[in-house]
């Protein structure tokens, strides 16, 4: 038995090195041919986590039926973009009564709105994924920077197993059955950080992203209580923890991509840039049409998609937003 890492982008690396320094043998899944090659001639992931060496537990190949097969643990590490084609390729081998699978992508189907472990389970039938999710820059879980995460899925007993694979010194992990406000805090919150990535490129100050912030998280709330979650999930690592990680981070491609944006860049000049997946652009669709779809006000999202669309300029949303009509905080916070 062996576990397999699907995905070798920062974080699906830095997860699998944790593992095979854990004593585990670990099957890392690599989609570029010369990718590949380099790993195994330097065990190092030069592209992405330059310097840190990599576990000799550690077997690279671009074989799905050698990685997924057998495995105790199935962690897909890919794009969110890439979970459709993923699922499918794992479901030709995966047996949900033997093995787990962990999901770690963060993301919504650009085409359906849904989340990660809905498109796993309309692939693999019977299969009870486990979402791995939280306030965790792969850069500093692989020199072992103190991180808190969380292991959620509607199992317990599933969460718990993953809890128990993954705890380190410096990895600690918290178990949670919400895994739709899990995922979707994952998700939501990466529209937020594009936006305080805008609004550092317009020179803005902190009390407007503080701003922005915290009536982000009411929006993300208000959407995910719609969809089923637990309110109080947002108030934790994967809700408020990951955005203001992912909102004041360098780490953050997302706030990369929107610094560029507020310096003027279109989103997609500003995607080409930072030369990785940027998950707010089609999470900011997926939300403005799931609130859209469910009647739910997110006044930041709908902007945020029309910034996107090139239908309204920054200055010109920022202005709007700001000239809203007066209300009570309190006020729907939760519908």
């Not at 498109?119 to 991180?147: C, N, Q, W």
């Not at 979707?184 to 805008?198: R, S, Y």
């Not at 009390?207 to 999930?233: D, F, H, S, W």
Request: glycine residues 8%; aromatic residues 6%.
């Amino acid at each position: 038995m062996h576990i397999a890492v699907i995905g070798a982008g920062s974080w699906g690396t830095a997860l699998a090195n944790l593992l095979g320094e854990k004593g585990y043998n670990v099957r890392l899944w690599v989609f570029e041919k010369s990718e590949l090659e380099k790993m195994i001639n330097t065990y190092e992931n030069t592209l992405l986590l330059p310097g840190i060496k990599l576990s000799r537990n550690i077997v690279f190949s671009s074989d799905m039926e050698f990685c997924v097969k057998d495995a105790e643990c199935v962690v897909s590490a890919v794009p969110s973009k890439a979970v459709k084609e993923t699922a499918k390729k794992i479901a030709d081998y995966f047996d949900f009564k033997t093995q787990t699978l962990v999901s770690v992508s963060k993301g919504l189907d650009a085409d359906t709105n849904e989340r990660i472990s809905e498109i796993f389970r309309r692939y693999i039938k019977d299969v009870m994924p486990v979402a791995l999710s939280g306030p965790s820059h792969a850069e500093e879980v692989a020199v072992k920077l103190p991180t808190t995460i969380v292991a959620a899925s509607e199992d317990i007993k599933k969460a718990e197993y993953v809890q128990d694979l993954f705890m380190t010194d410096y990895l600690r992990v918290y178990t949670n059955d919400d895994i739709i406000g899990v995922e979707l805090g994952g998700a939501l919150k990466n529209i937020i950080a594009l936006c305080a990535g805008i609004l550092d490129g317009m020179g803005m100050g902190d009390n407007t992203k503080a701003a922005l912030m915290t009536r982000g998280m009411t929006e993300i709330t208000r959407l995910g209580i719609c969809l089923g979650a637990k309110p109080q999930t947002f108030y934790g690592l994967t809700g408020m923890g990951d955005l203001i990680v992912t909102c004041t981070s360098r780490h953050s491609r997302n706030h990369r991509a929107g610094i560029l944006m507020g310096q003027g860049l279109s989103a997609d000049e500003a995607m080409k840039q930072v030369k990785m997946v940027v998950e707010g652009v089609p999470a900011a669709y997926a939300a403005y049409e799931l609130a859209k779809k469910n009647g739910i006000d997110m006044p930041i999202v709908n902007a945020t998609y029309a910034i996107l669309k090139g239908e309204k300029k920054v200055n010109e949303c920022l202005y709007e937003l700001m000239k809203r009509p007066k209300k009570n905080e309190n006020e729907h916070l939760y519908k």
